[in-house]
């Protein structure tokens, strides 16, 4: 996974990993370590979401209200 990873993620890049696989689980550490030695921050989509004078409409796009 990371090999593919590695010289494509940038900031601001999402990383959508499947919880069913058969090696998702193994690799997460190995990800999380290669991803913050890059000097990148990892978050959960929940902080990516502005909450305070926003809304978001049936297309996932969060608007100003």
């Known amino acids: 996974m990371w090999k593919r990873l590695n010289s494509k993620i ?3 890049d999402i990383i959508l990993s499947h ?3 058969k090696h998702t689980a193994d ?3 190995m990800l999380i ?3 913050k030695q890059k000097g990148l921050s990892i978050v ?3 902080n990516l ?3 305070d004078n926003y809304t978001i409409n049936i297309n996932g796009t969060q ?3």
């Open 27 to 29: 690799s997460l550490d």
């Open 63 to 65: 608007i100003r209200k």
């Open 49 to 51: 979401i502005y909450k």
């Open 44 to 46: 959960t989509v929940s």
């Open 10 to 12: 940038k900031p601001g």
């Open 33 to 35: 370590k290669n991803i």
């Open 19 to 21: 919880n069913g696989t």
